[in-house]
């Protein structure tokens, strides 16, 4: 028998698919949104083992529009919300800025229509919690990027991508909680924060052009990439499979999950950490050596004076993370095909 049925938002997402199996996993049932059914063939196939019957996919075309969400809300328990941008090549910030708002309000008046829904989980990210701070800090949940909405607000279209994909996502989380605050819903609502995901996705990419943004980096340095310091950003990660753990974490005690923020951050992996661990793997491919050892600590510990405190998430899930060295051979083996 199934626990109750759960909405994912962006099924055919990298986070959204390991999410879905985590959630079938554990005994629920899964409806999932997309823009068009085909492009959610590979997951549905490769969730099949878990019954038919336990997975439903439907599409929302348009998930800024006024009630798209209304049918796909209908009977579920609980709803987490995916489908967002996840690249920082955003030419134009408005149409970024209104979907983001619009699918995030959206969802939740589509939730409080519904009298079955329990609990609304945002995917949010650790871009709207750090922010380029002096000195030594560790971001934890109660901080904010309200910079990269500032620096969005005095740049307006001429905003660099990064920080549009940052401001989105303060700006979205932002809403989310105003609507907590103003809506009184009878449905807990709780925000993830991830940093960067890597890991292996659920399907494999069938071309490197369908490598997800956050993972692409293990592509070029098996591709043989220099060895560079990471941009402003990137460095810190986190498992996909660790992600959906949170994910079926605060849906599963919606109650203690309720009006709290999550910072997912297992470690920190620049590119030469990468090839560090890559190079023995692979020693057929053509992956630069760089300077071994630098730019990281032993377990892959920051060694900058910036870094986030993962370790409320750890708790709730109340298990080990998965190490960044397996978490990155195992995002390779997925790929290791594209190199045959």
């Not at 925000?191 to 399907?203: D, E, I, S």
């Not at 494999?204 to 990439?225: C, H, N």
């Not at 590119?271 to 050892?293: H, V």
């Amino acid at each position: 028998m199934s626990k109750g049925m759960v909405l994912l938002t962006g099924l055919n997402g990298f986070i959204a698919a390991r999410a879905a199996e985590a959630f079938l996993q554990a005994g629920y049932s899964i409806r999932g949104t997309v823009r068009a059914k085909a492009s959610a063939k590979a997951v549905v196939d490769a969730l099949s083992q878990y019954g038919a019957d336990k997975l439903e996919v439907i599409e929302v075309p348009d998930i800024a529009a006024a009630g798209a969400f209304d049918e796909a809300v209908k009977g579920v328990h609980g709803i987490v919300h995916l489908a967002q941008p996840a690249t920082f090549d955003i030419p134009d910030p408005a149409p970024i800025m209104a979907l983001v708002k619009g699918s995030t309000i959206g969802i939740l008046e589509s939730a409080s229509k519904s009298p079955s829904v329990k609990s609304v989980i945002l995917l949010s990210s650790a871009g709207a919690v750090g922010s380029n701070k002096e000195g030594l800090y560790t971001f934890t949940e109660k901080d904010w990027n309200d910079a990269a909405v500032e620096a969005f607000e005095q740049l307006g279209a001429k905003t660099p991508g990064a920080f549009i994909y940052l401001a989105s996502k303060v700006i979205g989380e932002r809403e989310f909680w105003r609507f907590r605050e103003e809506g009184k819903p009878s449905f807990t609502m709780t925000a993830l924060n991830p940093v960067y995901v890597t890991g292996p996705p659920l399907t494999p990419p069938e071309t490197p052009e369908k490598i997800v943004d956050s993972a692409r980096y293990v592509w070029r340095i098996m591709s043989g990439a220099d060895i560079i310091d990471p941009p402003y950003g990137y460095g810190w990660y986190v498992d996909v499979r660790d992600v959906a753990k949170l994910i079926l974490f605060a849906v599963e005690r919606a109650d203690e999950a309720d009006g709290e923020r999550y910072i997912s951050s297992t470690c920190w992996g620049p590119p030469q950490a990468a090839a560090d661990i890559l190079r023995p793997a692979y020693p057929r491919l053509p992956i630069k050596e760089g300077k071994p050892g630098e730019g990281y600590l032993p377990g892959f510990k920051a060694p900058g004076p910036l870094d986030f405190d993962g370790s409320k998430a750890l708790k709730a899930v109340g298990q080990g993370f998965v190490p960044y060295d397996q978490s990155l051979l195992d995002m390779a083996k997925m790929i290791e095909h594209l190199f045959e």
